[in-house]
């Protein structure tokens, strides 16, 4: 496939979720920035790409996306590789996540989960954790969103099956809520 292709692929992929799923994108929107407005903070996680995409969301609501504005409070858990390591070892890689959202996360806080597969363990596990204390679940993933499916209130589900495709869809919805976050927050 030559990236004239690719390029279409993509451009498809997109329309379709937001043909079916625009209704559901702004209500995540509106929820998420009510949410912030209480006081309240978005914890984002995932794996590989996902936690590169993760951290990255979170460093454009901290600092800013296109406005210089108050700091809005998010925090990848990507990111603490004491943590991270730490949790692995002496528990398992399964709760690197769901461990730190038990300790940082607040009832009423937004857990939201990037994961192509929607099938990684540890990501089912912070959602059953963040469930559990009271918070919104929210996830990006791929096509029918695997066992994220069940566990979370709200599933943004990318129409594919191949991750590159998802990770691009996921930039531009993580760019969108960031964007419309920080409008609707000014």
Known sequence: MNYQDIIEEGKKIAEDFFKTRDTLFEKVINLFTERLKEGHKILVFGNGGSAAQAQ?????????????????????LTTDTSALTSIANDASFDHVFSRQVEALGEEGDVALGLSTSGNSP??????????????VTAALTGKEGGKLHSRVDYLLDVPSESTPRIQEVHILLLHLLAQEIEGRLL
């Open 56 to 76: 990255h969301f979170a460093a454009e609501l901290v600092n800013k996306f296109l406005k210089e504005r108050p700091p809005i409070r998010a925090l990848a």
């Open 122 to 135: 540890n990501m089912v596990e912070a959602m059953k954790c963040a469930r559990e204390k009271g918070l």
